[in-house]
């Protein structure tokens, strides 16, 4: 072989190294952080024994509920659970009778947002949400929120997120120009307490992959809104979670489709939100495209936050506008082919929505569920022990088991025959003390 043969063969590896470089930093991914709510310090811890009887237990894992259960809970963690008469009440313990009600873990939320809404992380906690991940707002913007004297859900906060300019929220945005100011990003992110990056939809894939590979350094997760980058690049560069079932429209849809929508958007911002109906009105959701793709994102593990409230469209009573009704059922179909084919779907919110009382989106968010062909019981394990997994804090949170935090809910009825009891909240443990109502 000749030196030219040489440096020619030379030059190709390296190049082949360079383009599988990216997916062998997304195998080596550093291991998971233990991550810490920003205002652990600030919520109470029971210094008392609770005993609850004669609870539904539905344990978040996805099992069969536990009739007539005994959770014993000591200072703020769950000693003991068990059948009634197989488990030992202590002499000292404060009884709370359950008859008539199912217990489950605390809700989590993976896509609450503050929106200067004072008050909401405590109405959200009243009705059974005790933690709560916002993905994209600074972390200061809570400080009234945990002065106030209220008892509030776990913040899981991921501070601003990152965009390129112009940005659509710019005062919930860090704006970043380069790879180099992003990583920058979110070095200050981490160590302002971020406990997630999330990506917004101007950030080009190639520096997806490098905010993915800083953040993944620190052992936190990657989430991304995408209007402009196609999902499946996306999660090639290293996402761990998408919010949105909109983020799929552009694969889903034909490549000449797809840029006319991506270039709306890179013209303004504002056209996603009229063009998603557009896109979304178009697709077959029953299309071997579809079937490929809900069997890519089962298969690579990552957790999706539908949000469909914040889509939902209801025709009144004088107007239907069909364009955005085709397009919201299809989201919703999309979203139980994806459950169906084994895909992480986690449960968020997005806080205030169109058509769910004040206070009342996550449990509305459920009902949606639902409509899409979820089951009950996985509705629960979305809202419970894979938004734990989601946040990486399955270790402690998420289902009631012993040795974990004792974040729980007494609902009224049985929500796996009827998802809409998770209204009917009854009383809400946080760290082991009773929320007063």
């Known amino acids: 072989m000749n030196v030219r043969s040489c440096c020619t063969h030379l030059l190709v590896s390296l190049a082949v190294i360079l383009l599988i470089m990216p997916a062998v930093a997304q195998q080596t991914k550093t291991s998971r952080r233990a991550i810490k709510e920003i205002n652990a310090g600030e919520i109470k811890v029971n210094d008392k024994i609770i005993a609850i009887i004669n609870a539904?237990?539905?344990d978040g894992n996805g099992g069969p509920p536990l009739v007539n259960g005994v959770v014993i809970v000591k200072g703020n963690k769950i000693e003991a659970v068990g059948a009634s008469g197989k488990i030992v009440i202590p002499q000292n313990a404060?009884?709370?009778d359950a008859k008539g009600m199912s217990l489950l873990p605390g809700l989590i939320d993976s896509h609450f947002h503050l929106d200067n809404m004072h008050g909401l992380p405590a109405l959200f906690l009243q009705h059974g949400v005790?933690?709560?991940r916002d993905p994209g707002a600074w972390i200061e913007t809570y400080d009234a929120e945990r002065v106030d004297g209220k008892m509030i859900p776990r913040l899981?906060?991921?501070g601003p997120h990152l965009d390129m300019y112009p940005p659509a929220y710019p005062h919930d945005a860090v704006v970043v120009r380069d790879?180099?100011?992003?990583v920058?990003?979110?070095?200050?992110l981490v160590a302002n307490g971020a406990t997630a990056v999330k990506i917004y939809f101007r950030i080009p894939v190639n520096m997806i992959g490098q905010i993915c590979r800083r953040v993944h350094q620190y052992g936190l997760p990657v989430t991304a809104h995408l209007e402009i980058a196609e999902a499946v690049q996306a999660i090639e560069a290293g996402l761990d979670g998408i919010e949105h079932i909109t983020s799929f429209g552009q694969s889903l849809v034909t490549q000449r489709e797809a840029e006319k929508y991506r270039q709306s958007v890179l013209l303004d911002n504002n056209a996603r939100k009229q063009g998603r109906y557009d896109l979304w009105k178009t697709i077959d959701v029953n299309s071997t495209k579809a079937d490929s793709l809900c069997r890519y994102i089962a298969k690579k593990k990552i957790f999706i936050s539908p949000t469909l409230g914040a889509f939902e469209y209801q025709p009144s009573a004088n107007e239907t506008d069909t364009i955005k009704l085709v397009a919201f059922n299809n989201m919703k179909a999309f979203t139980g082919?994806?459950?169906k084919a084994g895909a992480r779907i986690v449960l968020g919110s997005h806080s205030s929505i169109p058509y769910a009382e004040h206070g009342w989106a996550f449990q509305h968010e459920m009902e949606l569920f639902t409509e899409s062909g979820i089951s009950n019981a996985d509705i629960i394990v979305a809202a419970t022990m894979q938004n734990a997994m989601y946040f990486h804090i399955d270790d402690k949170l998420g289902s009631i088991e012993k040795g974990k935090?004792?974040?729980?809910?007494?609902i009224k009825g049985n929500p796996l025959a009827d998802i809409s009891a998770m209204k009917n909240v009854e009383q809400v443990m946080l760290n082991g003390v009773w929320v007063e109502k």
Not at 184 to 188: F, M
């Open 56 to 58: 539904v237990v539905i």
């Open 94 to 96: 404060t009884i709370t």
């Open 130 to 132: 005790t933690s709560v």
């Open 156 to 158: 899981f906060l991921t």
């Open 179 to 182: 790879s180099l100011e992003a």
């Open 184 to 188: 920058q990003q979110v070095d200050k």
């Open 337 to 339: 082919k994806l459950k």
């Open 405 to 410: 935090l004792a974040d729980l809910i007494l």
